[in-house]
T-cell receptor, first 115, second 115 residues
Framework: SQKIEQNSEALNIQEGKTATLTCNYT??????LQWYRQDPGRGPVFLLL?????KEKRKERLKVTFDTTLKQSLFHITASQPADSATYLC??????????????FGTGTRLTVIP | DTEVTQTPKHLVMGMTNKKSLKCEQH?????MYWYKQKAKKPPELMFV???????INESVPSRFSPECPNSSLLNLHLHALQPEDSALYLC??????????????FGSGTRLTVV
């Protein structure tokens, strides 16, 4: 069966430290891997996208790595702030038999940054 | 306009009612999606429309009926729902192109309660 797992359901980290979240998947061959932030009662908000032929992507304090051999992505938030507290979701963008892209989410990690 | 707008934001319905959820985007995206999200769980893909045609139906019960009247609108018709269908229903859209760097855009969702 196909699975997308994020290794921690919850992660607490001290303000200023780097938060590292892990996403592992099985039995998928994604065209893209994406990371989203979701606040309670809101829809997910897109953060970063990385393609299967890319190793690393950066955006401000965010960094994503993608290892298609290990079937793993790491998501880093440097100099974390209390405002970074949210649930972070990795998602695989899979092209189906009709050619349409479909987004499947991982289990999510609830990050709390402690002042 | 860079938003996906969902209405209503909250809906309470009885098990014998018929209601509809609406979703609208004006970003020119050609793929639109319905997701269901239960508390403390990731969003689950329900339906995918690409170029206004239903591309995928992830084994969703027939009491949920999607409709895509045009490229900007997406409806989800609800009939004879069960209490376990209570959830946050999210609509999303994407450019559906291999050169995108913008991920998927999600609405804020409709919080549905079935009584």
């Amino acid at each position: 069966s196909q699975k997308i797992e994020q290794n921690s359901e919850a992660l607490n980290i001290q303000e200023g430290k780097t938060a590292t979240l892990t996403c592992n998947y099985t039995n998928y061959s994604p065209a893209y891997l994406q990371w989203y932030r979701q606040d309670p009662g809101r829809g997910p908000v897109f953060l970063l996208l990385i393609r299967e032929n890319e190793k690393e992507k950066r955006k401000e304090r965010l960094k994503v790595t993608f290892d298609t051999t290990l079937k793993q992505s790491l998501f880093h938030i440097t100099a974390s702030q209390p405002a970074d507290s949210a649930t972070y979701l990795c998602a695989l963008d899979i092209r189906d038999q009709t050619g349409a892209n479909n987004l499947f989410f991982g289990t999510g990690t609830r990050l709390t940054v402690i002042p | 306009d860079t938003e996906v707008t969902q209405t209503p934001k909250h809906l309470v319905m009885g098990m014998t009612n018929k209601k509809s959820l609406k979703c609208e985007q004006h970003m020119g995206h050609r793929a639109m999606y319905w997701y269901k999200q239960k508390a403390k769980k990731p969003p689950e893909l329900m339906f995918v429309y690409s170029y206004e045609k239903l591309s995928i139906n992830e084994s969703v019960p027939s009491r949920f009926s999607p409709e895509c009247p045009n490229s900007s609108l997406l409806n989800l018709h609800l009939h004879a729902l069960q209490p376990e269908d209570s959830a946050l229903y999210l609509c999303a859209s994407s450019q559906w192109t291999s050169v995108t760097n913008y991920g998927y855009t999600f609405g804020s969702g409709t919080r549905l309660t079935v009584v």
